[in-house]
T-cell receptor, first 118, second 112 residues
């Protein structure tokens, strides 16, 4: 079974600064996806960024980038130029690649509450 | 694309009752999954439906059941409600093998 661990329950950062959220995972699968989701008070899970395990290049989406270390099973999220709207819960999630068969379920960590201060 | 919509947004039920939560998937998405998110926790996978058939189930008892309809809508039914069933229930849809999901805003269920 897969597990996802987020060791930082809460973090804070000043507006315009950079913050890194940590995530580690455990799996015996060779191919999979990793995700970061944002959940603001509106409750909707919003996809921030996705990484495919077989791709060595780290994914980036505007101010968001990841540091994917497959051997270490580490998947951290870096937010640059933090904005007040980035304040939310952030969840790291794992999903077995569809080519591996079985249901496509997401396994989530417990989340990190990020507060961006003005 | 119309997104994923869930109803109702909030619901209060009494222990022992039954509840039905509804989800309207994003147009064209043939896969829907349901998750339970307890307060302060990450979402937990309940089950997934693909083309109206169950396609995987998490560690939830049989009193949690679901349906998926040809019009991409789906239901989560919970019988014999328990206090621990109080949670946010999230619906997520996608195309199978798309490698990602679109989530709704959830239904907050409170069991008293």
């Amino acid at each position: 079974a897969q597990t996802v661990t987020q060791s930082q329950p809460e973090m804070s950062v000043q507006e315009a600064e950079t913050v890194t959220l940590s995530c580690t995972y455990d799996t015996s699968e060779s191919n999979y996806y990793l995700f970061w989701y944002k959940q603001p008070p509106s409750r909707q899970m919003i996809l921030v960024i996705r990484q495919e395990a077989y791709k060595q290049q780290n994914a980036t989406e505007n101010r968001f980038s990841v540091n994917f270390q497959k051997a270490a099973k580490s998947f951290s999220l870096k937010i640059s130029d933090s904005q007040l709207g980035d304040t939310a819960m952030y969840f790291c999630a794992f999903m077995k690649h569809p080519s591996q068969g079985g249901s496509e379920k997401l396994v989530f960590g417990k989340g990190t509450k990020l507060t961006v201060n003005p | 694309e119309t997104g994923v919509t869930q109803s109702p947004t909030h619901l209060i039920k009494t222990r022992g009752q039954q509840v039905t939560l509804r989800c309207s998937s994003q147009s064209g998405h043939n896969t829907v999954s349901w998750y339970q998110q307890a307060l302060g926790q990450g979402p937990q996978f309940i089950f997934q439906y693909y083309r109206e058939e169950e396609n995987g189930r998490g560690n939830f008892p049989p009193r949690f059941s679901g349906l998926q309809f040809p019009n991409y809508s789906s239901e989560l039914n919970v019988n014999a409600l328990e206090l621990d069933d109080s949670a946010l229930y999230l619906c997520a849809s996608s195309h199978l093998r798309a490698g990602g999901y679109t989530f709704g805003s959830g239904t907050r269920l409170t069991v008293v």
